[in-house]
């Protein structure tokens, strides 16, 4: 399974993102998804995760401001990211896992995408 993501940047406090993750390669195993992120000198979080019948689970800093959602049909996995905050600054990753449930740990996740840098300015 490889795993592509997109849609990093800069944008200012208050600001919106959208970033994306398209999976490809053994896609039929897939069945968590989810969002880490990784400051610097910093270790890898949990943004928010999303089972394949859509149940997610969102880390208490960014509840109300961040959503996850996916399509099954496309392989997509997406996260809406509004209400930016500087603390909101990170390399962003998309991850997938063939177990079912709810998984939050970063070592419980298989595949993982390359990153892509979200930058918030204050």
């Known amino acids: 399974v490889q795993l592509q993501a997109s849609g990093g940047g800069l944008v200012q406090a208050g600001g919106s993102l959208r970033l994306s993750c398209a999976a490809s390669g053994g896609i039929l195993s897939i069945n968590g998804m989810g969002w880490y992120r990784q400051a610097p000198g910093k270790q890898r979080d949990l943004v928010a995760i999303?089972?394949?019948?859509?149940?997610?689970h969102y880390a208490d800093s960014v509840k109300g401001r961040f959503t996850i959602s996916r399509d099954n049909a496309k392989n997509t996995v997406s996260l809406q990211m509004n209400s930016l905050k500087p603390e909101d600054t990170a390399v962003y990753f998309c991850a997938a896992t063939a177990r079912t449930g709810y998984y939050y740990y970063p070592y419980e996740y298989e595949y993982w995408g390359q990153g892509t840098q979200v930058t918030v300015s204050s």
């Open positions: 999303i089972t394949r019948g859509g149940n997610t």
